[in-house]
T-cell receptor
Framework: GQNIDQPTEMTATEGAIVQINCTYQ??????LFWYQQHAGEAPTFLSY??LDGLEEKGRFSSFLSRSKGYSYLLLKELQMKDSASYLC??????????WGAGTKLIIKP | GAVVSQHPSWVICKSGTSVKIECRSL??????MFWYRQFPKQSLMLMAT?????????EQGVEKDKFLINHASLTLSTLTVTSAHPEDSSFYIC????????????FGQGTRLTVV
């Protein structure tokens, strides 16, 4: 079966750095996505990786290792507004998005 | 600005009634749209894939007679929850790729359905 694992919840301090990991086993791979979702809202796109390596976009970076079936989302200079759920999703061989359960990130002052 | 618009953003209905949710692509044509359901503290669960001009494809366990999907035009898909019950209360979200197999999925704002 297809599976995406990420931690259920993480806590970090305002101004610090946090890394959210995601491992996946899917039938085929056509890219990995990270989305941010605030409670009661739809997900918003953060990043996309299809090749190995690090993609940097402002305070957020995403890393991919296809051979290891592994990705992480790195958030720097954390702000209170970064408190949200972060969803990892993989497009499989049919270009269908397979979603992880999400990681709830709690930012403390 | 939003590229996928979903309406209504919230609705409360009585048990046994039907509710229609609309999903529109605003500046592009979407031959495919996806409908998701999300229960509190859980991830998105794909319910069905809406295909313009043909029948929707439902995921296992989703009742096609209860969740009616119509994709009559290239910019509009609708989800109708028929004979709603309290257990259907959930957050329903649609998404559409700008192109088939595009990198990014654009999401509607979501619809919070409460059945009383």
């Amino acid at each position: 079966g297809q599976n995406i694992d990420q931690p259920t919840e993480m806590t970090a301090t305002e101004g610090a750095i946090v890394q959210i990991n995601c491992t996946y086993q899917t039938s085929g791979f056509n890219g990995l996505f990270w989305y941010q979702q605030h409670a009661g809202e739809a997900p918003t796109f953060l990043s996309y990786n299809v090749l190995d390596g690090l993609e940097e976009k402002g305070r957020f970076s995403s890393f991919l290792s296809r051979s290891k079936g592994y990705s992480y989302l790195l958030l720097k200079e954390l702000q209170m507004k970064d408190s949200a759920s972060y969803l990892c999703a993989v497009k499989d061989s049919n270009y269908q998005l397979i979603w992880g359960a999400g990681t709830k990130l709690i930012i403390k002052p | 600005g939003a590229v996928v618009s979903q309406h209504p953003s919230w609705v409360i209905c009585k048990s046994g009634t039907s509710v229609k949710i609309e999903c529109r692509s605003l500046d592009f044509q979407a031959t495919t749209m996806f409908w998701y359901r999300q229960f509190p503290k859980q991830s998105l669960m794909l319910m069905a894939t809406s295909n313009e001009g043909s029948k929707a494809t439902y995921e296992q366990g989703v009742e096609k007679d209860k969740f009616l999907i119509n994709h009559a035009s290239l910019t509009l898909s609708t989800l109708t929850v028929t004979s709603a019950h309290p257990e259907d209360s959930s957050f329903y979200i649609c998404s559409a790729p700008r192109e088939a197999q595009n990198t990014e999925a654009f999401f509607g704002q979501g619809t919070r359905l409460t059945v009383v």
